[in-house]
């Protein structure tokens, strides 16, 4: 475990009263991290959010090789690619929530993730998801 670093503040007693006193008073604040950390594996993340590069609503989305053939790779998106982006991300959500009210109604259900299991059901969703993002890429 480490020691906690010194305190920047100083309490001292002056005529029978505490004063505080900033020890760090009149100098530069300490420079603050601006982007979130890094894994410590070095890679990337895998699910990035797209990017707005301009004011119409386009941005560009890099993707990955976990749910892209083709990734991973930049796409730039205009705004009807990246509305069509937000619905299926809307979709994707909906169906989760779906999924977690019915479970426990209908227990077969549960059994509905263990098909991920499968390597021809992986690669006929991550064909699927190639052509889509193929589809955003040449609505443009």
């Keep these: 475990m480490t020691d906690m670093p010194p305190t920047r503040f100083r309490v001292v007693e002056r005529g029978r009263r505490l004063e505080v006193i900033d020890t760090h008073a009149g100098k530069a604040p300490p420079a603050r991290r601006t982007e979130a950390p890094r894994p410590m594996d070095g890679k990337t993340p895998r699910f990035k959010l797209p990017e ?71 690669d006929t969703l991550r064909e699927w998801a190639t052509g889509f993002i193929d589809g955003l890429a040449s609505s443009q």
């Design 52 to 122: 707005k590069l301009r004011f119409d609503g386009g941005g560009s989305w890099t993707t990955d090789g976990f749910y892209d053939a083709k990734g991973p790779r930049t796409v730039t998106l205009d705004a009807s690619a990246m509305q069509k982006l937000r619905y299926a991300g809307a979709g994707l959500v909906a169906v989760v929530i779906v999924w977690v009210l019915l479970a426990p109604i209908i227990p077969a259900l549960w059994g509905a993730p263990l098909l991920l299991i499968n390597p021809k059901v992986r």
